[in-house]
């Protein structure tokens, strides 16, 4: 494999010479790309210079189109920076196209050979020659040196297979570094015909681009793969953006990597549709952490947002985890009735006022509790946010006071009966033992003071009456008495926040200038017109719904969760990503209705990705076997790749710690990059003091915290203590089975049962 002679495997000094040759014609073709791309830079440079010129010309005109230019160059001139190091990935060698027709990139848009392209001697010429990378780039003379691997032509590059390979020849991933090239390696998409180029029969370097990616070692961060998106991934990425499209995949079939890729390429196809934002839903931070770099590097920034679940809410951020059993009862859709209730019940706290008193028109009007208790049921009868229906409890008390002062009768005029009760109106609400009275008897609510008030046992029992169990009451208010969120508090608290509502709020005068007041022109001039730039940042900030939203990992979200999500997506497109065999949820039917739900009646498409990239066979088949107890009848994804190398096991016969730390050392003298090593969630402080001093390249996370991350080895520890975690627990073993693209320990401690080979005993035969 050429992945193994990148590692140190002897070279045949003749394919050496061809390499390095072929290395230098890409270098050449590199260095031709930066010298346009300084120009490039340097012609951004010298419009925003020409702008700040024109900007002292003074006139209104002058100034607008000077605040035109300097967007327009600095946007440019930030990606061409952005865009900087290790532009050009790829290459594909194409025969001559069946019409001679080129696109805006100047490529020839021609996807089949024309006839008469293979010589009946199967012998053929390279026609066109397309290097592809983050962003396109013409020369002097509006020629491709470089397509951007979103456009029409670059296509070919994804989905050219030997059984359908099109026009592509040679298909070539290039690995560089800064502005060096450092290695090529080729797919031959044609292998039975003899292909020249420029007179010479056509090279191929490697036996296969794809294995050379895998065996490449992984870092915290994820790297951009859209040099390795095989064919069916990329029927994903670019499929139509209508409706809903739901995508299927196990373990390392790049589920993950075609969300991102989507996104950038649908902001690509059509960037006015997607102008309100695409929004991407991860699961954990640590995946957020490991694949935010990959759209910036993909020329996409502004526009993209990708979230954690638990980061969805503005002002709130989760930093804690629930029990197996809280989450359960925090999660389902009980938790919407006991939600409903508790708004409801937070609006009377412990000292709510019992009476009314109130002077008016020189008597003093009293309303008893029984009076007030009638009232505000009558106003929350309604099916509006509880903030906004204090407007109508308040109309309600005047109409009692009104009715008890026996005012109504003095007038038998309806013009000098309103005017009667509209100075009575304004005599009560202007005083202050009314407005304080108000203000405790109909607080307005916020999300989070109601979550404090189901901290109260007692207070949440009432409201959970026949919806949570006493256990669960309990569990619940003393989780909430933490000081902090889970990721379920925050989907509690935006669907508080749909429930209770923002209160009106009166509209800030516009600040005026100085002048302004002094001389009147306020009058006289128009108020002055937000940039385009100023717009797309307010927009930004105020953004609570999106274009197209894509849910990574979405096996994994709660009935609530999907609510929160929903709402975001309400006029969206939407990319559903997941595998029901990775799932964390304990009931995943009542999650798939809360998805439906979200999604509406939207049309769905359905793909399904098959083949694993990150797990060799032998790691595979092991996790396979967690499969069949988990989800009985569930097909894994095929690995690609074998390396020869079994999963080892090993058993604490001494401290876990000790065990687990002598096995991470072993591996970190094995793998040239990360080492992962998975705990059962109660475990993950512990874990990180086995490992302090290991250095940066390993790393102890729980169970659910592993989901979507790779690493180069991986150590699970103790799979019977994961798998009782929760009613998942099989499902969630199988995840953390499937994280290593390279190397696999499993260490045993008691409860595991290990055999004489010290192989637990749920992952024997």
Do not use: C
Not at 720 to 726: G, L, P, V
Request: glycine share 8%; charged share 30%.
């Amino acid at each position: 494999m050429a992945a193994q002679a990148q590692q140190g495997t002897a070279v045949d000094p003749v394919h050496d010479s061809v390499r390095d040759r072929e290395i230098r014609v890409e270098q050449e073709h590199l260095d031709r790309v930066y010298r346009r791309l300084e120009e490039k830079i340097h012609e951004a440079e010298f419009l925003m210079r020409d702008a700040a010129r024109r900007g002292h010309v003074g006139t209104p005109g002058a100034l607008a189109e000077r605040d035109a230019q300097v967007f327009r160059a600095g946007i440019h001139l930030n990606r061409l920076n952005n865009e900087y190091e290790d532009f050009l990935f790829g290459r594909i060698d194409l025969l001559p196209g069946k019409d001679g027709r080129k696109g805006p990139d100047g490529a020839y848009t021609a996807v089949e050979p024309a006839e008469g392209a293979v010589r009946p001697d199967n012998t053929a010429d390279i026609a066109e020659t397309l290097h592809i990378g983050r962003i396109g780039v013409l020369d002097e003379d509006y020629a491709p040196l470089v397509i951007d691997w979103r456009a029409p032509a670059a296509a070919p590059f994804y989905r050219s297979t030997p059984v359908d390979p099109g026009r592509v020849v040679r298909r070539r991933v290039i690995r560089s570094k800064g502005r060096r090239v450092q290695s090529v390696e080729d797919d031959l998409m044609r292998p039975e015909l003899t292909a020249s180029l420029d007179g010479r029969e056509l090279p191929v370097i490697g036996d296969g681009a794809l294995m050379a990616a895998l065996g490449q070692a992984r870092t915290h961060t994820m790297r951009d793969i859209v040099a390795s998106i095989q064919a069916e991934q990329d029927l994903v990425i670019r499929a139509p953006a209508a409706s809903v499209t739901y995508v299927e995949g196990g373990p390392g079939t790049g589920k993950t990597a075609v969300a991102l890729h989507r996104a950038a390429y649908l902001l690509y196809q059509d960037r006015r549709r997607y102008a309100g934002g695409i929004l991407i839903v991860s699961p954990t931070p640590l995946l957020v952490a490991y694949t935010e770099g990959v759209l910036p590097s993909l020329g996409e920034e502004g526009q993209v947002a990708i979230r954690a679940i638990g980061s969805l809410v503005d002002g709130a951020e989760a930093t804690l985890y629930d029990s197996p059993s809280v989450a359960r009862a925090k999660g389902s859709y009980r938790m919407l009735k006991v939600l409903r209730k508790a708004a409801r019940g937070a609006l009377e706290p412990h000292d709510s006022p019992q009476r009314l008193r109130v002077v008016a028109f020189g008597r003093r009007l009293e309303l008893e509790a029984g009076e007030l208790a009638d009232i505000r049921r009558t106003a929350l009868g309604g099916t509006a946010p509880v903030n906004l229906l204090r407007p109508r409890a308040r109309k309600l008390l005047l109409d009692a006071l009104w009715q008890r002062s026996g005012a109504g009768n003095r007038h038998t005029d309806p013009e000098l009966a309103a005017e009667l009760r509209a100075s009575f109106d304004e005599d009560i609400t202007t005083e202050d033992d009314f407005i304080a009275f108000l203000d405790a008897w109909w607080p307005e609510l916020t999300p989070a003071a109601v979550l404090d008030a189901m901290a109260d046992e007692r207070r949440l029992g009432r409201w959970a009456r026949r919806i949570l169990n006493p256990g669960e009451v309990r569990k619940v208010a003393r989780a909430l008495k933490r000081g902090g969120r889970s990721v379920h508090d925050i989907a509690m608290l935006d669907e508080l926040q749909a429930i209770v509502g923002a209160p009106a709020r009166p509209r800030r005068k516009r600040d005026l200038d100085p002048l302004d007041q002094l001389t009147g022109l306020e009058e006289l001039m128009p108020v002055r017109e937000e940039t385009q730039r100023e717009r797309a940042e307010r927009l930004a900030q105020e953004r609570v719904e999106y274009a197209h939203v894509i849910v990574d990992e979405a096996q994994d979200l709660t009935p609530m969760q999907w609510r929160m999500v929903g709402r975001r997506g309400r006029h969206a497109t939407w990319t559903v990503v997941g595998d029901p065999a990775q799932s964390s949820w304990s009931d995943p039917d009542e999650a798939a209705q809360a998805r439906d739900e979200a999604l509406g009646s939207r049309p769905r498409r359905r793909f399904e990705l098959t083949v694993n990239y990150r797990n060799p066979a032998e790691i595979a088949e092991l996790a396979s076997k967690v499969l069949a107890l988990a989800m009985p009848g569930s097909v894994s994804p095929k690995a690609v790749r074998s390396t020869g190398v079994e999963p080892r096991f090993a058993v604490a016969a001494g401290p876990l710690g000790e065990t687990v730390r002598a096995e991470a050392a072993r591996l970190l003298e094995r793998v040239d990059g990360t080492v992962g090593v998975v705990v059962a969630m109660q475990r993950r402080e512990e874990a990180r003091r086995w490992l302090d001093g290991l250095g940066d390249r390993v790393m102890a996370l729980g169970s659910l915290e592993a989901k979507g991350l790779e690493y180069d080895a991986t150590i699970v520890v103790s799979p019977a203590e994961i798998a009782d975690e929760s009613p998942a627990g099989l499902r969630v073993l199988y995840v953390a089975l499937t994280r290593a693209t390279q190397q696999l320990t499993v260490v045993s401690a008691e409860r595991d049962e290990p055999d004489p080979d010290g192989v637990p005993d749920l992952l024997r035969d």
